[in-house]
């Protein structure tokens, strides 16, 4: 067995509304091979993860899985499930699963909800190694190889997950339903979308001064916009040798403290150092953070941290210096190691609480003391371990935030003005906690940038405080969400004009719209990126521009399939319609599973949200009863029976009545247009584009346009800007030339039933279809040209899709023979060459319609040989009889 590939789909997939891992597995000599078939393989396994027996699998109760087992299923199956059971021996939280045919024979994806992509990669290949082996009858060392392999993962868990300040903010952010992603493998969040995206690492802010944050870095300039300031502060200086630090030492004539210039989290600082052979050893152990130290004066009293946040302190602990309590049994050595066993002690940031380490601080505390780490102290003693009370070496913190005299709030606040944080870590000794501030009783002994919270989120002691929640609330005040407007458009046909025709709507509202399509990225009337983009990470590149206030977003099928969607909920989905294509791609077999597929966009669409359907197409019809959202439905026709329930029940509707677009809630109804005023309808010759403004108009008026908007965006938008589709070129010859992206039967009879409305002598259809659709796919699309047009010239796309060059033509040219064996066909495989072919044999008064896959070279073609591009076919001559190419 081989692993083929491993991804992961962070947002909501055909799968899960959650993030998943996705792994591509060929089973190789295992194809076609089942659990029964190798001897003893089921009991081992069992024996070995004897969890195992617990799973449901598709009986949906414990032990379907063993039963399973028992009765034969497949190794991508087996796989799937020793993978979650690993997963959930290291801690995680993991339940869903499913195995899927993917590509081939033996070509299977493994699919399961991920909670952390690493670790799991990981035992996904652990579990295969442990399946190989025990078809093999290899049984030796797999119980030690499960254990080592679990311990791995939780590692790797423990590297890889956010520590619990930035978890924190994260949780604040969904439980105030702010879009919220990871951005790399550190604490990076980007949170909201568009003109409301912000960005947080840890507890540094966008908002976050650089100059405020260097100045906090450089300890002694601190202190002297603080003295400066009137806050009270220890006085000291810097030394860059160990003569400068001793003298440092002599002159401030009393106990002091000895800690690196640039240090951070406690390392490498030794307090109330009164001796000075103790003054040289604290010297050499803060060089080895940093190349100046800080001495100044020792400040006894209680270590508190004050949070300030916006310019409020909202909450203060007492941090409580690393040690432990004898119990007259163990030595000082054995309490550490068990204190940190202590399950909420982890070794950096990841826990509540840090595991104690023994460093020469340590050492040298205890030595002050007269006490050896072989020590056994008396039960009850409290060994100190360090002076500083940083949790990040060890400390313990107990909340005081409303027993601490208000005073000390103040003088934290303006210590965080002075020095320009806006999220600010206040170390302050207190003499008395519950006496008011005097320069005499306290002092601030340093200012933090990028302030751990845990101490807050999760103390050892006292009244936990859920300081995230402020940290988000000074990037988004007043309950803002962080959102702006999303439209979703998905379907078969007539996505990308929908989009074009919203995107419009909301740029005449003056709005900066970001939209994607199979043209390009958008920022208003600017392509930003070109290409087919319709996939999440085209989405993502517009809900993460800070100049976006809406986005329209075409999402088609393959994006979906392959990295899900880049939003959790939109506020409007318009779904086109749904008919045959891309059967026999991504494990879509029929139109069942296409409109699946689809379906994800509508169902991810806030509940107070629109889903706007097309009730003309008989599969969306179907989806009607499954959604939780408001619908409104459009129809080309007055009389359809699913508009009339829908407003009956006092729904809401757009439909074509007495040839204007109606917009109907309930009894009541209002005319919006006339069609043959819509320019991109051709005087509402084109069916389809009649169907995309309904859907346009439904989806402007539920993300809150008047109707008189919605009206002068149907009459302002012109052909010319809806490039790709229905592209009329008139030819000095007296002919026009029609360049259409149809590329599916509905596409294809929608073009036809428009171009036999047109006045001509003879219709050419220049078709093919794409590699990748199945040949019933193909098929079924010549069977809808053969009757639109006089003659065709088939052509192939260049980009083969794994086709044989020829294939796709050749399965058109015979299909068309069969149907239409009275009409020409030729073959052209080159679609530029098919063009020069017709150019050069049309006549007055002809059209030929080319369903391109690249348009470029074509309108360079058409414009060399002296074409220009028109809106509309007037000439109307006799016709004449059929014309053989």
């Known amino acids: 067995m081989n692993i083929v590939s491993v991804r992961h789909i962070a947002g909501p997939n055909v799968y899960l509304y959650k993030p998943i891992l996705v792994a591509r597995v060929h089973l190789e000599s295992y194809t076609e091979k089942e659990s029964f078939d190798f001897p003893g393989f089921t009991e081992s396994l069992l024996e070995l993860l004897p969890g195992l027996c617990e799973h449901h699998c598709a009986k949906g109760e414990p032990g379907g899985f063993v039963e399973r087992l028992h009765g034969g299923t497949y190794f991508g199956h087996i796989v799937e499930h020793v993978t979650i059971e690993l997963v959930t021996l290291a801690d995680l939280d993991v339940h869903y699963g499913k195995t899927v045919y993917a590509d081939g024979p033996g070509i299977y994806d493994i699919v399961m909800e991920c909670k952390s992509f690493a670790a799991q990669k990981y035992l996904l290949h652990e579990a295969l190694e442990i399946v190989v082996r025990l078809t093999q009858g290899r049984r030796d060392g797999l119980d030690e190889r499960v254990q080592a392999a679990v311990s791995q993962a939780k590692r790797i868990v423990a590297e890889t997950q956010l520590g619990p300040s930035t978890q924190a903010i994260v949780d604040a952010c969904r439980r105030r339903q702010i879009p919220v992603r990871r951005i790399g493998d550190g604490s990076l969040l980007e949170l909201g979308y568009g003109v409301h995206k912000k960005r947080i690492s840890a507890t540094i802010t966008d908002q976050t001064s650089c100059v405020a944050v260097d100045i906090a870095s450089n300890k002694q300039l601190t202190k002297e916009i603080l003295r400066e300031g009137g806050i009270p502060v220890p006085y000291g200086g810097v030394a860059e040798s160990l003569e400068d630090a001793l003298q440092l030492f002599r002159e401030l004539g009393k106990s002091v403290v000895v800690k690196p210039f640039d240090g951070r989290q406690g390392q490498g600082v030794s307090l109330n150092i009164s001796a000075e052979a103790e003054a040289a050893e604290a010297y050499e152990i803060a060089r080895m953070y940093a190349d100046e130290v800080l001495v100044e004066s020792y400040v006894p009293g209680e270590n508190v941290r004050l ?28 309490l550490i190691d068990l204190a ?38 008396e039960a009850g003693q409290r060994v100190l371990l360090r002076e500083s009370a940083n949790l990040s070496t060890g400390g313990e913190a107990t909340d005081i935030t409303r027993q601490i005299h208000p005073s000390y709030k103040r003088l934290a606040e303006r210590s965080a003005r002075l020095i320009g944080l806006d999220v600010c870590g206040v170390d302050m000794v207190v003499k008395e906690l519950n006496e008011p501030a005097t320069p005499d009783n306290c002092a601030v002994i340093e200012v933090n940038a990028a302030p751990g919270i845990r101490m807050h989120q999760h103390p050892s002691h006292g009244m936990s405080i859920d300081v995230a929640d402020y940290i988000v609330e000074s990037l988004y005040p007043h309950g803002h969400n962080g959102r702006i407007p999303i439209i979703s458009v998905t379907g078969t046909n007539g996505k990308t004009t929908t989009t074009r025709l919203i995107a419009y709507g909301m740029q005449q509202e003056g709005k900066a719209v970001g939209y994607t399509t199979t043209g390009g990225v958008y920022l208003n009337d600017e392509l930003i990126q ?47 319609n749904i008919s045959l294509d891309h059967i026999g791609q991504d494990n879509i077999d029929t139109i069942e599973d296409l409109v699946h597929v689809k379906s994800l966009v509508a169902e991810c669409v806030h509940p107070e949200g629109t889903v706007v359907l097309n009730a003309d197409n008989e599969h969306l019809v179907a989806l009607m009863s499954r959604l939780q959202s408001n619908l409104v439905l459009i129809s080309s026709r007055s009389d359809n029976p699913v508009v009339g329930r829908h407003l009956a029940t006092g729904g809401t509707a757009l439909y074509v009545e007495g040839g204007y677009i109606v917009e109907a809630n309930g009894a009541m109804k209002r005319r919006l247009i006339a069609v043959a005023d819509i320019p991109i309808t051709m005087r509402g010759t084109i069916g389809f584009h009649v169907e995309n403004a309904l859907l346009a108009a439904a989806a402007l008026r539920a993300i809150g346009l008047s109707r008189r908007s919605v009206t002068l965006t149907l009459q302002r938008f012109q052909p010319e800007a809806n490039r790709g589709r229905c592209m009329i070129y008139q030819m000095p010859g007296g002919f026009h030339v029609i360049l259409d992206y149809a590329h599916n039967a509905a596409g294809f009879r929608g073009i036809g039933e428009w ?39 088939v052509k192939e796309d260049a980009d083969k899709r794994g086709r044989r060059d020829g294939e796709v033509a050749h399965i058109m040219v015979q299909t068309l023979r069969q149907v239409v064996p009275q009409k020409s066909v030729r073959t052209i495989l080159s679609e530029t060459d098919a063009l020069v072919y017709a150019l050069e044999t049309l006549s007055q008064g002809d059209i030929a319609c080319l369903f391109y896959e690249s348009a470029e070279p074509l309108e360079r073609l058409l414009l060399e040989r002296g074409g220009r591009r028109v809106t509309d076919i007037t000439l109307a001559p006799k016709r004449a009889s059929y014309a053989m190419l």
């Open 340 to 377: 940190n066993e202590d399950p909420r002690r982890g070794d950096g940031h990841e826990l509540p609480l840090t595991k104690l380490h023994v460093d020469d601080v340590v050492e040298a505390t205890l030595e002050k003391a007269g006490i050896a780490l072989t020590t056994v102290p």
């Open 755 to 793: 171009v036999n409305q047109l006045p001509h002598r003879q219709l050419y259809g220049i078709v093919g279809v794409p590699g990748d659709r199945a040949d019933s796919v193909i098929i079924e699309s010549a069977q809808a040209l053969a009757p639109m047009f006089d003659a065709f010239i």
């Open 307 to 334: 949070l300030v946040v916006a310019g409020s302190c909202v909450a203060v602990s007492q941090r409580h210096p690393a040690h432990v309590v004898g119990d007259g049994v163990h030595t000082v050595a054995e």
């Open 530 to 576: 070109r290409g087919d983009t319709t996939g999440p990470r085209s989405a993502q590149l517009i809900l993460s521009n800070p100049d976006v206030e809406v986005a329209v977003l075409e999402t088609a099928r393959g994006g979906i399939m392959r990295g899900g969607l880049a939003y959790d909920k939109a506020d409007v989905a318009v779904m086109t």
